[in-house]
């Protein structure tokens, strides 16, 4: 028993011992961690102390230069254009020659409206900065051979796409534009079937790109923007007015473009962004583009090589509203000058804002097969014609433009036959790709020699 009870008390004391000692481990522990709580505590608080010092001892920016100090730095960064000279180049560029000029960003000014928008505009004493990608959805040396030709009258064209919204920010910031004519976008109907990413990529994220930017401005440029007459679309009244349905798009592209004018509404309606919207019918002339049918059937005929020609399904001839380029280009003018400034400012809204469409088209639709024969009088070849009907590619059989509303707002009058049009075209395009020819005055060249 005796044994017993001293193993008892033994072991009762070591209990209690092995308890006190957990108890001090648990107040270090305690006191190690309010320490450490502490430590980090003060060395937070001291952090804090030195942004505010930092924050404190730096110079003001007021709320009226931000956007110019912003613009210096980014200027001045080697990682974008250079510098200060580029800037130079811009200013040197966008700034009028005339009292009264104004001051415009021309995107897809390396492509075929582009180029002669920007000389025309040049040509009145307006500054012209220009933006192009130079992308190779048709030959890139054509757009470098028009870039050389702006560069000769003083027109800068900056090389980004128009999705990169840095570059459109820099460059709004660098220069109070009065107007941004839109026209960089992913042309062609059928290429839509083959490529159909690019479209959204250029005529959709593009366009949202651009009135992103526009709408941060101050002061917010007025947007003249190019749409298109395919908006149309599966539309069977004729002339197309801009009072008739656009929502059956045949292609992937008519549908891109509609998609942007819906976007310009709501950015007219949100920001305050005065927004004219052109639909173009079928643009042709000089400099034009090589996927277009009157440039490469000009192509083919010098080469003898056959043309397809469609036809609709039903067996008729297929027509479009051939418009001149000259036409076209008195027709973005007249909506230039007649815009009316936008209302917002840094993004917000001050009143109700301008918002337009325009059909731009020359009002007299001819046949593809008049087109053919109209070349082959100025090339003095027969052409070698494959008759096929219409593919289901988005093509439609049809167009015909009502222009009385740009008539009225702003006196667009067509007066380019599709005959001298076309031979203004086939004069330039021997003379650019060094053909030998002289286009009679009365409409039939000798054709001297090819190559």
Not at 9 to 23: F, I, M, P, Q
Not at 328 to 333: D, H, L, T, Y
Not at 375 to 399: C, R
Not at 411 to 432: I, N, Q
């Amino acid at each position: 028993m005796g044994s017993s009870s001293a193993a008892i008390d033994a072991g009762s004391k070591g209990a209690k011992l092995e308890r006190y000692n957990t108890y001090l481990r648990r107040i270090g522990t305690t006191k190690m961690m309010a320490t450490s709580s502490k430590l980090l505590f003060r060395t937070c608080l001291f952090i804090a102390l030195l942004l505010v010092l930092f924050i404190t001892l730096a110079p003001p920016t007021t709320t009226t230069d931000s956007s110019q100090h912003r613009r210096r730095r980014s200027l001045t960064s080697s990682s974008l254009r250079g510098g200060s000279p580029w800037e130079k180049h811009i200013l040197a560029s966008s700034t009028p020659r005339r009292p009264g000029g104004l001051s415009i960003l021309v995107t897809g000014a390396a492509g075929f409206v582009g180029t002669h928008l920007s000389l025309a505009l040049k040509k009145r004493g307006d500054g012209v900065l220009g933006l192009d990608n130079f992308n190779n959805y048709y030959e890139p040396s054509l757009k470098r051979s028009r870039q050389a030709l702006l560069a000769k009258h003083g027109i800068l064209i900056v090389e980004a796409d128009i999705n990169d919204g840095a570059i459109l920010s820099q460059l709004l910031d660098t220069v109070s534009f009065s107007h941004v004519v839109h026209l960089a976008a992913q042309a062609g109907v059928r290429y839509a079937m083959q490529n159909p990413s690019s479209y959204v990529h250029s005529n959709i994220a593009g366009l949202v790109s651009l009135f992103e930017a526009v709408k941060s401005a101050n002061p917010q440029p007025a947007v003249i923007w190019a749409s298109s007459s395919s908006v149309y679309g599966l539309n069977t009244d004729n002339p197309f007015s801009e009072h008739h349905r656009t929502d059956r798009p045949a292609s992937l592209y008519a549908a891109t473009k509609k998609a942007g004018e819906e976007i310009a509404h709501t950015y007219n309606h949100i920001y305050g962004l005065s927004i004219t919207g052109l639909r173009f019918f079928t643009v042709y002339g000089p400099w034009g583009r090589p996927d277009m049918a009157y440039f490469f059937f000009t192509k083919n005929i010098l080469k003898r090589k056959a043309i397809d020609i469609f036809t609709s399904p039903d067996g008729r001839d297929v027509a479009r509203d051939f418009t001149y380029i000259d036409d076209v280009v008195n027709g973005c003018i007249g909506a230039i000058v007649t815009a009316q400034k936008s209302t917002g400012s840094g993004g917000k809204k001050r009143g109700p804002a301008q918002l337009r469409i325009y059909n731009l088209g020359n009002t007299s639709p001819v046949s593809v097969q008049k087109l053919v024969s109209i070349l082959e009088e100025l090339l003095n070849l027969k052409a070698k014609k494959n008759l096929i009907k219409m593919p289901s590619n988005g093509d439609v059989p049809f167009t015909h433009a009502n222009v009385s509303l740009a008539a009225a707002d702003f006196g667009y009058r067509p007066t380019t036959d599709l005959a001298t049009g076309l031979r203004k075209f086939v004069k330039w395009y021997m003379s650019y790709y060094g053909l030998q020819s002289k286009v009679k005055k009365g409409g039939s060249p000798d054709l001297l020699s090819q190559s």
